[in-house]
């Protein structure tokens, strides 16, 4: 990829992203509710209107709204994430050990099911209609089925209740972990396995397999020398929906198995219409998202480069 191709496409993350938080700033403050008079009210104050105007002062909210946005966004860009309405802490240091949780259960989950849905997936080519492929298609269709909550609360009844293998809300952390990250990386691995299979299965319907068989090679180590890159090519085009995913999985992990996640901060944040925290919260997954869908299109291209090219010709 050439550096006026990689420039372009940081601007064009850059502008979806700035897109992604100007529109949310303006949908989160088109939530009924008005942050003062909350607080007012969890307090048991009379709000009269020099306390509301005081409130709205300190809070930066008696400026424009374009004003409003430009203000928090060279505070973000500056990691000074502003001040929560509701514990008047610093909202940076507050999500700061809070985002470790998250982004341990996240990322663990993906890794996860990228490991067990790449092995799935080989052995599911590697002998298609068999057990592996078999397997590998009941979780893909139980991914898109079964309700998360239903499935961490069933995890947490047989290996915390009833087996007594786990101790996921009083243990070490890598015991809280353990279930999370389970239960996120199984609504991926159906996914990643289907689509590992698609690319070894394209691989081994290929003419050159037939050389490389005749070479002396079994079929297990030919699929896996000859496929892994075509393998990896569909797996990087297809996961970027995962990416939302991993967003949510973990948020649900992180209610059911009572993590201190950002999930709890956010749940509150919301009903207290506590704007700092809800925009630094969304920036960071619109940050997450973005990143993720353009690394996986740098993946593709340095693994193929002829996809780039691709348009150019055609015209």
Not at 140 to 163: I, K, R, T
Not at 225 to 241: F, S, Y
Request: hydrophobic share 55%; glycine share 10%.
């Amino acid at each position: 990829m050439s550096w006026l191709a990689a420039m372009r496409m940081a601007f064009m993350a850059l502008v979806s992203w700035l897109a992604a938080v100007a529109v949310s700033f303006v949908l989160i403050r088109l939530i009924p509710g008005d942050p003062v008079d909350i607080f007012a009210n969890r307090m048991n104050v009379h709000a009269g209107d020099e306390l509301v105007a005081a409130y709205r002062q300190a809070w930066g909210l008696d400026h424009s709204l374009i004003e409003q946005f430009f203000i928090w966004l060279k505070g973000f860009v500056t990691l000074d994430w502003g001040v929560s309405f509701v514990t008047g802490g610093s909202v940076s240091n507050e999500l700061a050990p809070r985002l470790a949780w998250s982004a341990a259960i996240g990322f663990g989950g993906m890794i996860a099911a990228i490991c067990f849905g790449t092995f799935l997936g080989f052995r599911a080519a590697l002998h298609p209609g068999g057990m592996a492929d078999s397997l590998s298609r009941s979780m893909a269709v139980a991914g898109q089925a079964l309700p998360a909550f239903a499935v961490g609360l069933l995890a947490l009844w047989l290996f915390a209740a009833e087996l007594r293998w786990l101790l996921p809300f009083s243990g070490s952390t890598v015991e809280r972990l353990v279930l999370p990250v389970a239960l996120v990386a199984f609504f991926s691995i159906g996914s990643v396995s289907r689509l590992v299979r698609t690319g070894f299965a394209e691989t081994a319907a290929a003419p050159f397999m037939r050389t490389a068989l005749a070479k002396g090679l079994s079929r297990k180590t030919a699929l896996w020398r000859h496929g892994g890159r075509q393998a990896a090519i569909v797996l990087v085009a297809g996961i970027a929906p995962d990416l939302a995913w991993i967003v949510g999985g973990t948020a649900i992990a992180e209610i059911v198995f009572g993590i201190p996640g950002l999930s709890e901060r956010v749940v509150d944040a919301v009903s207290s219409r506590d704007y700092p925290v809800l925009q630094s919260y969304i920036a960071l997954v619109a940050l997450w998202i973005i990143f993720g869908l353009h690394l996986c299109a740098l993946l593709r291209h340095t693994l193929d480069p002829r996809i780039g090219s691709l348009p150019s010709r055609v015209q």
